[in-house]
């Protein structure tokens, strides 16, 4: 695996315009960046820690998978996303090497980022993200 470093850590929140000022106002970080990813049914809010990123996501739709996991669990973090090169052959190795995939190529997230999962039965209990920015 060729991870070069932590991309973000995601938190489920149920509101994002309550949860924003924890972050701006306590902890002193500036959200950078507010956009919607429809296909995911999620709006997300981004801020920067150094180098790593926290990524809150708020549901746009009960059913959608943020939805269902703050039903289940409440808010809290999510997964953890760590981004790496060539994420299709990333992706092959890690199903050679037996790990579940929840996503077998990849998609689109937020920031333009190319991204997939790793199922959480396979990875230690943590959904895990696999993320390329292939615009650098």
């Known amino acids: 695996m060729s991870i070069t470093h932590i991309e973000h850590i995601g938190i489920a929140v149920k509101n994002l315009q309550d949860a924003i000022p924890?972050?701006?106002n306590i902890l002193g970080f500036k959200c950078y960046n507010i956009e919607e990813v429809k296909d995911q049914k999620?709006?997300?809010a981004f801020f920067m820690v150094?180098?790593?990123k926290i990524e809150l996501l708020e549901s746009t739709d009960p059913e959608?998978?943020?939805g269902k996991f703050i039903e289940k669990k409440g808010e809290g973090i999510?997964?953890?996303a760590f981004a790496v090169k060539d994420i299709e052959n990333q992706l092959k190795s890690m199903e050679e090497?037996?790990?579940t995939l929840i996503d077998k190529t990849p998609r689109k997230g937020a920031e333009g980022l190319d991204i997939a999962f790793l199922?959480?039965?396979s990875t230690i209990g943590i959904l895990t993200e696999l993320c390329e920015n292939k615009n650098k």
Do not use: D, L, R
């Open 78 to 80: 999510h997964h953890i």
């Open 42 to 44: 999620v709006k997300t």
């Open 119 to 121: 199922h959480p039965k």
């Open 22 to 24: 924890f972050y701006e």
């Open 64 to 66: 959608g998978p943020i």
């Open 97 to 99: 090497k037996g790990v």
């Open 50 to 52: 150094g180098q790593t």
